[in-house]
């Protein structure tokens, strides 16, 4: 078989005649073939003739040809025809495998995790199987057409669900990529070869993200097939193709495959002719006919037959046919009806995005049942045509969140109130609540909850709605955080999120993952779209902040709008308080709730009294209004969507009930006769009279006498109304409940202070009796009595209904006592307490419990059993007998239970002498202290505390329980301890532990005191505590079990073989009485040794410690310890290794560089090492004769062995090399049997010329003021091109022409230690045109020729020259408004747009008055360069929503850009003119004094205003108005808003003038008002202008002047000239506080920046610090530091090391990493020879991330570089193991360092791509020491069946991984090249950290000192002379103010009120303010 063939078989069906045909395929065996073979085959298997014409095809109809044959894949179908468009007469089917891609496992847990439940998700996987058809026919040019054909008519075949759409199709490819489970179409490869495709590409942005792109997880449709039945088949057809393809996947066949065990992720793709449906035989499937015999009338189309419907399903999709519709209309809402939805009222139509997609819905059951038709374009109730279609405004805004690039669109809808009832659309779906709930509660606050709890946001994901994420508010549109007085519209807003894919969603579509997250992060920002423009965007994230204040308060201001404009509410007048409503359930709704006497509702008005009815309601209800009811605070007039009604029912007789209702439940079309006629209608009987039979007789008169215990009764009562009828109800009215009626019996004792109820009872009506009450056998209380019969309501007990009081009967009689036969006892405390004393009352009683005196001589016993009682006497007052001072003692229960007790007590004399009390016993007084345990001593171990529990005892011994229980314990020596007993009257006292010295284990005793302060009475208690040696570890030995004599000692120094190992240490542990310790598993995990962490528990409890391994470095002493229990006890010592016997010979080279024929610098030094390169110094003085060294090209006459005796070594001088080429070369000293090699480095000679190693790609063109990036190498050579390294030499760069001016960092410069030169050409400026760079050496003023450079220089397009600027120029600039757009360009030199300046870097400056030179001056304000909206072209900065300035006048404008830190660039200045803004208000043109007059005949005293001129501005007093004409009104008004004043009139009798307003402007000469003017003495009144314009779309506001009215001169005059005064002073005194609220805030600001300042730089001086950096406190020493650390920095760079010699002419291009061999740096010498050696033919490899970048770089080298993809290459993710490793264990101890060959390398950049690249490169290659140790590795690693990898040691050599080593090829030279360089060393990236940290040190230096002396001057300003005068002056005027307040405010007028006299009214007559409408 051929190299490089796979084994692969090939079904190829013969379709060329269409008569004659197999059904099934030929499989050809086609291994090792190719396409001209395969050919040979076919022709074989197939009989085809030599000049026959044939086609060979795919499924998809790809023409097979040469590349295409090696790319089929095993089992593929092929099609013989004899066309390539010819169509199959027969069927063929296709063998596909869809396992699911592995996609399914890592991105399940994203998906399926959020997938929501517990709701039917039927509709939605209808919705799934729509998403498809919707991506497929996206591409479509006419009508998308998508059919749901719900197939459930038997007669037709099983049930079926059918998806149909005239889409593109699939071909046979994409239909085994559909079958794939989440094979999402990032992943897919939709071609046979896959050339032919192209991958994913994301549409462009649409507005609501209509883009269609909504198949996307590849889970979908198979999820909804299986989730609707059991089987699902694909039938598709794509454009142009004579195939229809056909694929069949079944539950019933999966479950076969597997019972099978076969493969249970394949099928087979039916292809066939287009109508052939000759494979349909069964019946169940016969519908699938007639779907067939459609396709001829097709072009494509794909359908989707899902069959096995589960009944549960099929009964849905029936009876709710009109909901899932709805559902799937909603879903699709904008994808069916555009952009904006569907808008009934309107006839217009989305031309931009016109529909074009028509859903429709056909079911079709059994005849005789018509099939039902449904397009979802005809929906009308879907919630979003709800929504859209009961919407009167829309607020639209946009979201932008840096945690996610995509779009978000976001539109708010307002649902107005009319007038009783909110438009905000119900849930067709959703419970409705019942129209007759009589629950008012939901007008209670916020009327009418439109939405209520719901959610705003529905979210839709391109374009399609996700059903089950709602997004509830945010914090800008949130009622919690909106204007409380808009409450209510806050429930009137319902809205929609769009978003695109970047939102993720779960694969079901159900849910987005973290969409409400991500928009409510702190970091979104919100714009409004206003008329499709976006009013405001970029913010800084300083500005967010700002940003959400700018949407919320949009969003309010919009939400206000509405309100005021589109809801229709009722009008509540005349308010009358305030009150709180006790009914109301809830009670914080319980207040405050504002009343108000009428309303107008719909142009009905209703007051209070009026006659109303109900509507709605169960009953309905007839009545008078009592009052309305508001929620709230309210004044005055005020609008309310709606409110409550309060209704006293009629007739009051028949009620008498107030009941409260909404005031949208009354009926607005009842007429006052048509209710009163009810109320009318309802009046019927009403109970009149009682009547009392005595059944029995003998009736008791009034004020008749009876003894106590006389019966009474029995009754027999009726109730008569009028008319004598018996009655037992209220007459029924209306519809309401019968009331009935109850009689109730009291009889009322009459006390001295009370009366008092002693019988009470309740008689409801019988047939048979009427209302009886039966007999009262005994009335025992002595006293005047009353019988009361009432009548009464049974459902509430009333006596009185609708105003009249129910009938009632009244018996008046008395009750006399008898004699006392019997006592009972008082009143006792229900808490006694031991010994505490109590006293015993007792009442004496006749036989009737009346009270009676006691008799004399009376001497009571007590008895109770279990306690002794006594008592001190007995007294008798009155009725009253006492026993005083009663004692009881004995045992009781704890202090928490009470124990009871039966107490006797017995009355010698009487009838019924003894009775018994129940009492209940308490613990007593504290009285003594009871301590455990009650061993005196008490033993205890030292080291740990003691326990004592204490109890409080009463003086009968029980515990007891009080305040202030403190219980004091006092150990000698110890701390105090106390614990509180007041709970429970017992405690614990635990001692601290008991740390005593113990003397030869002798026990020691201590005392303890208990004592309880709080009873001093108290005895102490002493205790005496024992004190014994404790059995805790205290001392520790080791010793050795091999060597009895070996005790280690603590702190001991102890000598041992280097690399030996100390074995069979053991420990012994001893208490404190020096008994020794066994180990148990406790002690054991306590000890610890610190030379290993691997200890053995079980060795430890058996006393063995860990075996010591002896460090194989002879050096000072190590330090070793082992501890127990945290090092509280431990044994330290220290060993010292000593080296072992010779083992070979070492060699040692100071300088291991020389050149051609000089002598090796330095000495090389012999000694005998041990085999851990410790010195033996066993070398002897005759040593040397025996020495001998061999080299290639060594001149043996000139070496010469010396002995040294210090150090017992041979040095070797005279080492020099006469021939060979530079290089390594090998010296081999050989003494005795010892051989040592090393190598010595051979340089090249004398310089002779200069060579260009490396530079910039050729042709070079360098463009205009840029640099070259790539630096020019240099390299010094020898005569022979060998490179040389003498310093000496100066290497020169001159340009030629000379009109080329050539910037670098240095001209000419000495070649560094490698003998080369870099320049780095930093800038070429000069003419576009051709020059040369020349470089030139010279050593000693020798010259030495060297290379030349062509280079071309063009115009540079990243360099910018100008900046452009656009803006719409014709644009007004209103005062406050919003500039233009502003455009700014950075043009290149060569005349394009530069789009690399980030926005940050663009600014524009704005100042007041005319251009000032080039640059900006000081004063001017700078403004910052907006964010870039979305899919906004980059090539240019935009300045939005910059605010113009307030005042009007000329401005400029200049932009400005910051190249770098040193060259900026400015636009030319651009002047603007504000003018003002819209006309809001009249204003005088200089503010007038407050004016005082009086009605005086002095026309100066009676002057309001002179020579004033008002005119009609702006908000911000520009002036606005002078192309307005019309008047202004002068009136008069009071200042307090009372209307009770009287009114001064103008000059006369004029309570109003008017002047005309011409151009804006009104000029006053006088205003005066009359003489002897109306008006209050003292009064402040406020003169009014109101200008009256009609060409202004908004009211001005007026202007308003309070003036002060006197009915006296002199106090006009006085007032006059103090309230002048007051203004003076008020307006100096404004001054001042600006003055000095300004510099304090300018203190606060310098104060914050020093502070800033101050602790940036304390926290970099505490880093440095850290660091061990030299510190510096000025800036002269920071620079000192600073530039220390650059020259060591410098100097370390300049130092030489090993650099890859190969030229790297691709490094840096996109996509590009570089040359393997500068990827890495290898630090060891040794590893960089041995592996670059390994891999030297991937050396000079290019490394590409892409493919494409490989292909061009092959390109353009013509095939002669070899290049390596990292998109084509895979490697094992993450690291294995070592071989030796296996499951965190070494399975062996390996010798020589073995590690990982790519573990060594050093990667500067794009670590994961080298990593990558290297793995794939040197895969598990090994490095290790030797090749013994290699050898024994590999053979260890084989032994435990395992593969090895290739091993290469430090010493040169190469064991393959098949176990090959030895001879050349596998040994690495001395020299080679390339070789990977070294890296840096850490140090100079220390040093780079110092600078960077030093050089921010010396920046926060700076601005510390700066603002510390800015703040020191405005301190020293601020505490200036001119400052302390001007705060005195303040402090002056502040005192003069308050005393003119005071003269102002105590100025005595007159208290009589001013009137016109026959002015025509009365002067009497006050007119009554109008209330004011209160919003």
Excluded at 89 to 104: D, G
Excluded at 1841 to 1852: E, F, S
Aim: some cysteine; charged content about 25%; glycine content about 6%.
């Amino acid at each position: 078989m051929e190299a490089g063939r796979v084994n692969r078989r090939i079904r190829v069906y013969d379709r060329r005649s269409e008569n004659e045909q197999q059904v099934t395929g030929k499989l050809l065996e086609t291994s090792g073939l190719d396409f001209n073979g395969f050919l040979k085959i076919l022709h074989r298997k197939f009989a085809i003739r030599s000049h026959e014409t044939f086609v060979l095809v795919t499924t998809d109809r790809t023409v097979l040809d040469f590349d295409n044959f090696e790319k089929l894949q095993d089992d593929s179908t092929l099609h013989l025809l004899q066309r390539e468009d010819q169509a199959l007469a027969l069927a063929t089917e296709e063998s596909i495998t869809f396992k699911p891609h592995y996609n399914t496992l890592i991105r399940s847990g994203m998906y399926e995790y959020y997938a929501s439940a517990g709701q039917k998700p039927l509709p939605y996987t209808l919705a799934e199987l729509i998403d498809n058809s919707i991506s497929a026919t996206a591409k479509n040019t006419g009508v998308r057409m998508i059919e749901i054909r719900l197939m459930f008519d038997e007669s037709l075949g099983k049930p079926a669900v059918i998806v149909l759409d005239n889409g593109c199709g699939m071909t046979s490819k994409q239909l085994n990529n559909w079958a794939v489970y989440k094979l999402s179409k990032f992943f897919r490869d939709n071609g046979t070869f896959g050339s032919k495709q192209e991958g994913y590409v994301r549409p462009d942005p649409v507005p609501r993200s209509l883009n269609s792109d909504i198949s996307y997880f590849g889970a979908g449709g198979k999820q909804a097939a299986f989730y609707i039945g059991d089987s699902a088949r694909m039938i598709t057809k794509t454009v142009g193709s004579p195939d229809v393809h056909e694929l069949v996947i079944s539950k019933e066949d999966f479950e076969r495959k597997e019972k099978n065990k076969e493969d249970v992720y394949s099928g087979t793709i039916k292809n066939r002719k287009v109508g052939d449906s000759s494979h349909v035989t069964k019946d169940d499937e016969r519908f699938l006919r007639s779907l067939i015999a459609e396709e001829s009338a097709k072009e494509s189309f794909t359908a989707v037959i899902i069959m096995g419907v589960l009944p549960d399903h099929i009964r849905f999709l029936k009876d709710n046919f009109a909901v899932w519709t709805r559902q799937l209309a909603h879903t699709f809402h904008y994808y069916i009806h555009g952009v904006n939805g569907k808008n009934m009222s309107s006839s217009s139509t989305n031309s931009d995005h016109l529909p074009n997609i028509d859903i429709q819905i056909t079911l079709r059951e059994k005849p005789p049942r018509c099939p039902r038709v449904m397009n979802l374009r005809e929906v009308e109730n879907d919630m979003q045509t709800l929504y859209i279609n009961t919407a009167a405004d829309t607020f639209e805004f946009k979201a932008y969140s840096e945690q996610n690039t995509g779009t978000v669109e976001g539109i708010i809808r307002y649902h107005p109130f009319l007038y009783d009832k909110e438009t905000y659309p119900e849930d067709p779906d959703a419970d409705q609540v019942s129209l007759d709930d009589d629950n008012d509660d939901n007008e209670s606050r916020v009327l009418h909850q439109a939405r209520g709890k719901r959610p705003i946001f529905n979210c839709f994901w391109n374009g399609r709605l996700i059903p089950y994420t709602t997004v509830s508010e945010f914090d800008w549109c949130s009622q919690s955080k909106g204007a409380k007085e808009l409450a209510e519209c806050y429930n009137r807003v319902s809205g929609v999120l769009f978003t695109d894919d970047r939102f993720t969603v779960s694969t079901n579509k159900l849910t987005f993952i973290e969409l409400e997250l991500i928009l409510k992060n702190k970091d979104t920002i919100f714009t409004r779209i206003v008329n499709g423009q976006e009013k405001k965007r970029s913010a800084p994230p300083s500005l967010i902040k700002a940003q959400r204040s700018n949407i919320q308060k949009e969003f309010t201001q919009w939400l206000k709008n509405c309100h005021e404009k589109l809801d229709k509410q009722v009008k509540f007048m005349g308010h009358m308080e305030t009150i709180t409503r006790t009914d109301v359930p809830v009670k914080r709704d319980q207040y405050p709730w504002a009343t108000f006497s009428s309303i107008e509702w719909d142009g009905n008005i209703y007051k209070t009294g009026q006659l109303v009815k109900s509507q709605k309601t169960q009953p309905i209800l007839y009545g008078r209004v009592v009052r309305f009811l508001l929620y709230g605070k309210h004044d005055g007039n005020v609008f309310a969507t709606g409110g409550l009604v309060e209704v006293a029912l009629e007739p009051k007789a028949c009620y008498d009930k107030i009941k409260t209702i909404a005031i949208s439940k009354i009926d607005k079309s009842a007429t006052d006769e048509a209710i009163q006629k009810n109320i009318d209608k309802d009046s019927a009987k009403l109970p009149e009279i009682l009547k009392v039979d005595w059944p029995e007789g003998d009736p008791w008169p009034q004020n008749a006498a009876r003894m106590a215990g006389s019966p009474f009764g029995p009754l027999q009562i009726k109730i008569l109304n009028k008319k004598g009828e018996s009655i037992s109800t209220m007459p029924q009215v209306s519809h309401g409940a019968v009331k009935k009626l109850i009689i109730e019996l009291k009889v009322v004792q009459h006390g001295p202070k009370a009366d008092q109820e002693v019988v009470s009872f309740v008689a409801q009506h019988s047939t048979t009796w009427g209302f009886w009450f039966k007999k009262i056998e005994k009335l025992t209380d002595l006293g005047k009595y009353t019988l009361y019969l009432n009548t009464m309501l049974f459902e509430n007990n009333a006596t009185v209904f609708g105003g009249k009081k129910l009938p009632s009967y009244k018996l008046k009689f008395t009750i006399i006592e008898g004699r006392a036969e019997t006592f009972v006892i008082g009143a006792v405390s229900p808490s006694l307490y031991v010994g505490v004393p109590f006293n015993i009352p007792l009442l004496l009683k006749d036989g009737y419990d009346h009270s009676v005196t006691s008799p004399p001589d009376v001497k009571p016993v007590l008895k109770c059993r279990g306690l002794d009682l006594s008592y001190d006497r007995v007294d008798s007052s009155g009725i009253t007998f006492t026993i005083f001072d009663v004692k009881a003692r004995g045992k009781v229960l704890n202090y928490q239970q009470s124990k009871t007790y039966e107490l006797r007590v017995t009355m010698p004399g009487l009838k019924k002498d003894t009775q018994t009390i129940t009492i209940s016993l308490l613990p007593g007084n504290p009285h003594a202290l009871h301590v455990t345990p009650a061993d005196n001593p008490i033993t205890v171990q030292n080291g740990n505390p003691v326990t004592f529990k204490v109890e409080i005892h009463d003086e009968a011994g029980n515990i007891t329980a009080h305040s202030k229980q403190i219980v004091r314990c006092q150990v000698q020596g110890l701390p105090l301890v106390a614990t509180d007993c007041s709970t429970t009257g017992a405690g614990q006292l635990v001692t601290k532990p008991i740390n005593l010295k113990m003397i030869k284990g002798e026990p020691q005793n201590l005392k303890v005191h208990f004592e309880m302060p709080s009873q001093k009475k108290m005895a102490k208690v002493v205790r005496e505590l024992k004190v014994v040696p404790s059995t805790r570890v205290s001392r520790m030995e080791l010793c050795s079990e091999d060597d009895e004599n070996l005790m280690l000692r603590n702190n001991e120094k102890i000598e041992w073989l280097a690399g030996g190992l100390l074995e069979n240490l053991f420990y012994k542990l001893y208490d404190e009485a020096g008994r020794e310790v066994p180990p148990t598993a406790t002690i054991a995990s306590k000890i610890k040794v610190n030379w290993t962490g691997d200890v053995n528990l079980e060795d430890l409890l058996k006393g063995k410690l860990p075996d010591l391994q002896v460090p194989t470095q002879v050096q000072e002493a190590r330090f070793y310890q082992v501890s127990y229990q945290d090092q509280s006890v431990s044994v330290s010592f220290n060993i010292v290794p000593r080296p072992d016997e010779p083992k070979r010979l070492k060699a040692t080279v100071l300088q291991s560089t020389l050149k051609l024929g000089e002598i090796l610098p330095g000495h090389i030094n012999l000694e005998l090492v041990d085999q851990y390169d410790n010195a033996t110094k066993t070398l002897t003085s005759t040593c040397k004769n025996h020495m001998a060294v061999e080299a290639e090209g060594l001149d043996k006459s000139a070496v010469v062995f010396r002995w040294q005796g210090s150090s017992s070594s041979v040095l070797v001088t005279g080492v020099r090399f006469q021939s060979g080429t530079p290089g390594h070369r090998e010296m081999c000293f050989t003494y005795k049997s010892y051989v040592e090699r090393i190598i010595v480095k051979v340089v090249a000679g004398v310089p002779a010329q200069l060579k260009l190693v490396s530079g910039p790609e050729k042709p070079l063109q360098v463009l205009n003021d840029q640099g070259i990036a790539t630096p020019f190498l240099v390299q010094l050579c020898d005569e022979w091109e060998n490179p040389t390294t003498d310093q000496r030499v100066v290497v020169e760069l001159k340009s030629s022409p000379p009109t080329l001016k050539v910037t670098t960092a240095v001209t000419s410069q000495p070649v560094n230690a490698e003998g080369k030169a870099s320049f780095t050409v930093n800038c070429l400026s000069g003419p576009k045109g051709y020059y040369q760079l020349v470089f030139k050496g010279s050593l000693n003023q020798k010259p030495i020729p060297g290379p030349s450079v062509n280079l071309t220089v063009i115009p540079d397009p990243t360099k910018p020259v100008s900046l452009s600027v656009e803006y719409e120029t014709n644009d007004k600039l209103p005062a406050g408004g919003i500039l233009p757009v502003f455009s700014v360009t950075v043009v290149s030199d060569e005349g394009g747009p530069i789009t690399t300046f980030k926005p940050a870097a663009v600014s524009m400056f704005l100042w007041k008055g005319g251009p000032s030179g080039k640059t900006p001056p000081q004063t001017a304000i700078e403004l910052k360069c907006s964010k870039p909206m979305q899919n906004e072209k980059n090539d240019r900065f935009h300045f939005r929503d910059k605010e113009i300035p307030e005042q009007v006048g000329k401005y400029t404008i200049q932009f400005f850009l910051r190249i770098n830190k040193t060259n900026v660039l400015y636009s030319n200045q651009i002047a603007i003119h504000v003018v003002a803004n819209q006309p809001v208000k009249l204003a005088p043109v200089s503010q007038p004094p407050t004016p005082v007059v009086s009605y005086s005949d002095v026309i100066a005293n009676r002057t309001l205003v002179k020579n004033m001129t008002l005119r009609i501005t702006d908000s911000y007093g520009n002036p606005a108005g002078q192309d307005l004409d019309g008047e202004v009104v002068i009136s008069i008004k009071n200042s307090s808003g009372e209307g009770n004043k009287s009114l001064p009139l103008f000059e006369g009798k004029a309570n109003s003038l008017k002047i005309n307003l011409v151009e804006g402007k009104a000029h006053m000469a006088r205003l005066a008002i009359m003489e002897n003017s109306p008006g209050e003495n003292g009064t402040t009144y406020v003169l009014l202008f109101i200008p009256q314009v009609s060409m202004v779309p908004t009211s001005l506001a007026p202007f308003e002047l309070p003036f002060r009215f006197f009915n006296d001169s002199e106090n006009q005059r006085k007032m006059s000239e103090l309230s002048r005064k007051k203004d003076e002073l008020t307006t100096a005194l404004a001054k001042y506080s600006d003055i000095f609220s300004t510099y304090s805030e300018l203190l606060s600001l310098l104060t914050s920046h020093h502070l800033v300042a101050s602790n940036k730089e304390a926290d970099l001086r505490n880093e440095l610090n850290r660091r061990n950096v030299e510190i510096a406190q000025s800036i002269p020493d920071v620079d000192r530091i600073l530039n220390q650390k650059k020259m060591e920095a410098s100097h370390v760079l300049r130092a030489p090391r090993r650099v890859c010699s190969l030229r790297d002419n691709f490094g840096g291009q996109q996509d590009v990493l570089g040359m393997v061999g500068h990827l890495a740096f290898v630090q060891d010498d040794d590893a960089a020879r041995v592996i670059s050696w390994h891999i030297r033919g991937d050396m000079d490899c290019v490394i590409t991330n892409t493919t494409a970048a490989a292909m061009k770089i092959f390109d353009d080298t013509h095939g002669s570089q070899q290049v390596m993809a990292l998109d084509s290459v895979y490697v094992t993710p993450g690291n294995r193991p070592m071989p030796h490793i296996r499951n965190g264990r070494m399975l062996f101890n390996p010798s020589g360092n073995p590690v990982l060959a790519r573990d060594l390398l050093i990667f500067p950049r794009d670590q994961e791509s080298c990593n990558i690249a290297f793995k794939s490169i040197l895969a598990d290659t090994i490095l290790i020491d030797d090749l013994n140790s290699g050898t024994n590795y590999r053979k260890a690693v084989v032994q435990n069946r395992m593969q090895c990898p290739t091993i290469l040691t430090r010493q040169g050599d190469r064991i393959s991984a098949r176990g090959k080593f030895g001879g050349a090829q596998n040994k690495a030279p001395m020299n080679i090249t390339p070789l990977f360089g070294a890296p840096l060393p850490q140090h100079y990236y220390t040093l780079k950290e110092h600078i960077d940290l030093i050089s921010q040190h010396r920046l926060t230096l700076e601005k510390r000192d700066q603002t510390a002396k800015a703040r020191d001057e405005h301190l020293k300003s601020m505490k200036s002379p001119e400052m302390l005068q001007k705060h005195q002056e303040m402090e002056l005027k502040k005192k003069q103010l308050e005393e003119i307040e005071r003269q102002l405010v105590s100025t005595p007028v007159r208290p009589v009120k001013r009137s016109l006299e026959n002015s025509g009214e009365p002067s009497s007559f006050i007119a009554k303010r109008t209330k004011q409408r209160s919003i």
